[in-house]
């Protein structure tokens, strides 16, 4: 069975920066079809990628964001971790990690259940 | 960046009726290589992630009924449910593979 769990604060403060873990099982993050990748989702509003990383360690990550996010991960651990500095008030959302399976190249086959961060004082 | 556009926003439809939701892109998402659409579609229901529904514009994924069907090809696509039912109610998603990745703004369907 395959699975991925986010986890993480629930409260960070403006300007911080946010860290993010993704716990998966169920599969390798071996090959470079494979990915993990991390979309968001404010209150209400929808779905927006913020990054990826394959099994061979190619990062992709969203231009409007670029600056903000580093993705890696750990095989070790099955994990891939997220951070994205200064945080602001628009930042507030539910954090999803995703699998992009080797059956196609772009989908995101199985979701975790989210983690809703907020950022506030 | 591909911009993606959804149409409508929200629609009601009665139970057993037909829910059509349009995705356009603003730029073409067929690969010439391959033939091939890079195009996804996802349902979300309240509460719970996104469920990939459709791949490559118009596989369906294993388990999904088959009421449910996409079609479409370059920048022009459509979700169809062909008989609404009561457990359709959520907001549908198109997303491109094309270049990175990037979802619409979501439908939202409901029953009349």
């Known amino acids: 069975q395959i699975t991925l769990k986010e986890s993480g604060p629930t409260l960070v403060e403006p300007t911080q920066t946010l860290t993010l873990t993704c716990t998966f099982s169920g599969f390798p993050l071996t090959s470079g079809a494979v990915g993990v990748a991390w979309i968001r989702q404010p209150p209400g509003k929808a779905l927006e990628w913020l990054a990826l990383i394959s099994g061979t360690d190619d990062k992709r990550y969203s231009p409007s964001l670029k600056s903000r996010l580093t993705i890696s991960r750990d095989n070790s651990k099955n994990q891939v971790v997220l951070t994205m500095t200064n945080m602001d008030a628009v930042d507030t959302a539910t954090y999803y990690c995703?699998?992009?399976?080797?059956?196609?190249?772009?989908?995101?086959?199985?979701w975790g259940q989210g983690t809703m961060v907020t950022v506030s004082s | 960046d591909i911009v993606m556009t959804q149409s409508p926003d929200s629609l009601a439809v009665s139970l057993g009726e037909r829910a059509s939701i349009n995705c356009k892109s603003s730029q073409s998402l067929l690969y010439s290589s391959n033939n091939k659409n890079y195009l996804n579609w996802y349902q979300q229901k309240p509460g719970q992630p996104p469920k990939l529904l459709i791949s490559w514009a118009s596989t369906r994924e294993s388990g999904v009924p088959d009421r449910f069907s996409g079609s479409g090809s370059g920048t022009d696509f459509t979700l169809t449910i062909s008989s609404l039912q009561a457990e359709d109610v959520a907001v549908y998603y198109c997303q491109q593979y094309y270049n990175l990745w990037a979802f619409g703004q979501g439908t939202k369907v409901e029953i009349k």
């Open positions: 995703a699998r992009r399976g080797n059956s196609s190249p772009g989908a995101f086959d199985i």
